[in-house]
């Protein structure tokens, strides 16, 4: 079936579900990427991306708050740094540009996410650790107010400024982070195969100096051919300053971002682009937003959820709950080589 399905269905406005967090935390060793080539291979044929939005949750504080979802509509976003009374839709732009770079014959289109995805940690919990005591003052904590995480993080920026913390500091705390187990294995994975079979793209809600910085060091940034997260750069004073990535009407993400949304727009403008559907497309995350895009996901597609993390809970309880409403195939992963085990069998078919 193709297409993709904007409206909540009865059946899933009915529902509300919920989930206790299980963090699984792992500790392997860091290291980077080693250099490769590729070869070429062939096209198949097309499936469908189906999906009803039905509930997700903000990264950061990690609050349980979860709802029904009236639908999706992206809005525009005036940013920092905008001329006065300039509206942008960011994300539309960002996914435009540089479109040409990007070759139409890939089979397959692969997402990722970032923190306790690629990497075992949040790079929002790891930059704390450039605070004095390693630890933000409780005033700062009491200003969170929930679906509002992006805003309390810009002012915890601020405050690491202020306290004297740089540019070098914030990126040697990144660079440190460990990858989670098996993800350097399948990022190689992915760099080595045919150039035909994977475009790959990482969807954060961290920020792009925090997954840049992390990207580079690990050798992997050339593996992603798009990265779309909060746009943060270091302004003249030595602050670095967060935006949202755009605002949306998805009443369960965090205002600064709808991972379905973006999901959304970037199949339907690569589709065009390309003239036909990818053969599958698959999602690898763990955490309550990566639920919410995973539900856009057809039959073919794969969802890879972090096993016992809130998106495998959020999905076990849906087909529980819902037999059928989620349509993805399904494969936990503790390891990203379980990953790559998936992946091979799929990708010779």
Not at 45 to 72: A, D, V
Not at 93 to 103: E, K, L, Q, V
Not at 278 to 298: E, H, M, S, T
Request: hydrophobic fraction near 35%.
């Amino acid at each position: 079936m193709g297409g993709l399905v904007g409206a909540v269905t009865s059946t899933a406005a009915a529902v509300c579900l919920s989930v206790t967090y299980k963090r699984a935390y792992h500790r392997p060793t860091g290291g980077t990427l080693p250099h490769s080539e590729s070869g070429s291979d062939q096209t198949g044929p097309t499936p469908g991306i189906i999906g009803t939005p039905l509930l997700t949750q903000h990264n950061g504080i990690r609050n349980q708050e979860f709802s029904r979802n009236p639908g999706l509509t992206l809005k525009t976003v005036e940013g920092e740094g905008d001329p006065p009374g300039s509206r942008s839709r960011r994300s539309e732009i960002t996914m435009a540009s540089n479109s040409a770079n990007i070759s139409s014959d890939k089979r397959f289109l692969i997402f990722f996410d970032f923190d306790e995805t690629i990497v075992d940690e949040t790079s929002d919990d790891m930059v704390v650790q450039a605070a004095p005591g390693q630890h933000l003052p409780d005033w700062l904590k009491d200003t969170y107010q929930p679906g509002r995480y992006n805003e309390y993080m810009q002012r915890v920026l601020a405050y690491l400024a202020e306290q004297g913390v740089t540019e070098s500091d914030i990126r040697s705390i990144m660079e440190k982070i460990p990858a989670s187990p098996g993800m350097l294995t399948l990022l190689q994975f992915l760099r080595t195969r045919p150039p035909q079979d994977f475009e790959v793209v990482l969807l954060s809600d961290a920020n792009s100096f925090f997954i840049e910085s992390w990207l580079r060091r690990a050798g992997a940034r050339q593996i992603f051919h798009r990265v779309f997260s909060n746009p943060a750069t270091f302004n003249k004073d030595g602050r670095l300053v967060m935006r949202p990535f755009h605002s949306h009407d998805c009443a369960r993400c965090p205002n600064n971002m709808c991972k379905q949304v973006v999901v959304r727009e970037y199949v339907a403008r690569r589709t065009q682009e390309r003239g036909r559907p990818y053969q599958r497309i698959f999602y690898v995350g763990d955490g309550a937003n990566d639920f919410c895009p995973a539900l856009a996901l057809g039959p073919r597609d794969v969802a890879f959820p972090r096993r016992d993390f809130p998106m495998h809970q959020l999905i076990t309880e849906t087909h529980e709950a819902m037999p059928g409403d989620f349509k993805a195939v399904t494969v936990p992963w503790a390891s990203g080589e379980e990953v790559v085990q998936r992946l091979r069998r799929l990708v010779a078919e």
